[in-house]
């Protein structure tokens, strides 16, 4: 089925990070509406914003996925729903094995109504008792994104036999893909 031609000029932004960016990649690519996901880092010293100083934990970045989508297809509030079920915004500064600060949950905004969504929906998320522990995902205005390195684009798509990516994003991929059906390209 042909996909719909979208213009450029309709097209918004999302930054979010979730632990590790191939996970966050993978996920956000087979979304109806998602035009583009980039890697890379954001909030941290832009001088150093880079695969070896950010894996070291003490550059201030974390991991994220920049997401170009066309809100025409799918919402922001959608993306969020997505955001909050692929990953455990409970987990201070860790995803799993991933450990540090990189890898927290964190949500960039790029205008007070993404703000006010992404508080509203961690609010609300937070009290209704979805998880046993608190929620100690961030939220906080977008500032600089530094695109990631090459060789990190479509990481998991180019890599599927790597023993993360079958261990740790495969698994994901398949809860993932069953939870959101309606809405994969």
Same mark, same amino acid.
């Not at 832009?46 to 550059?59: E, F, I, L, W």
């Not at 960039?108 to 100690?136: C, H, M, T, Y």
């Given at each position: 089925m042909p996909q719909p031609v979208t213009s450029v000029n309709s097209a918004a932004s999302?930054?979010?990070g979730t632990g590790c960016f191939w996970c966050s990649e993978a996920v956000f690519s087979e979304l109806k509406g998602v035009l583009k996901v980039e890697p890379g880092y954001m909030g =941290?010293?832009?001088? +150093?914003?880079?695969?070896?100083? @950010?894996?070291?934990?003490?550059?201030?970045?974390a991991e994220v996925s920049r997401i170009t989508f066309d809100p025409r297809e799918i919402s922001y509030d959608e993306l969020l729903e997505v955001f909050w079920q692929t990953h455990d915004p409970t987990s201070l500064n860790r995803q799993g094995g991933d450990v540090g600060t990189q890898y927290r949950?964190?949500?960039?905004?790029?205008?007070?109504?993404?703000?006010?969504?992404?508080?509203?929906?961690?609010?609300?998320?937070?009290?209704? =008792?979805?998880?046993? +522990?608190?929620?100690?995902?961030? @939220?906080?205005?977008?500032?600089?994104f530094h695109p990631a390195e090459n060789f990190h684009n479509d990481y998991f798509a180019n890599n599927p036999e790597q023993g993360y990516c079958r261990?740790?994003?495969?698994p994901k991929m398949e809860k993932f893909r069953n939870a959101f059906k309606q809405k994969l390209k």
């Open positions: 999302a930054v979010f =941290g010293d832009p001088a +150093r914003a880079n695969y070896k100083d @950010v894996c070291a934990g003490d550059t201030g970045h949950s964190i949500i960039f905004f790029a205008n007070p109504e993404q703000q006010a969504k992404a508080l509203a929906q961690r609010d609300r998320l937070d009290q209704s =008792g979805a998880w046993e +522990r608190p929620i100690v995902t961030e @939220v906080t205005p977008m500032v600089d261990t740790v994003i495969r």
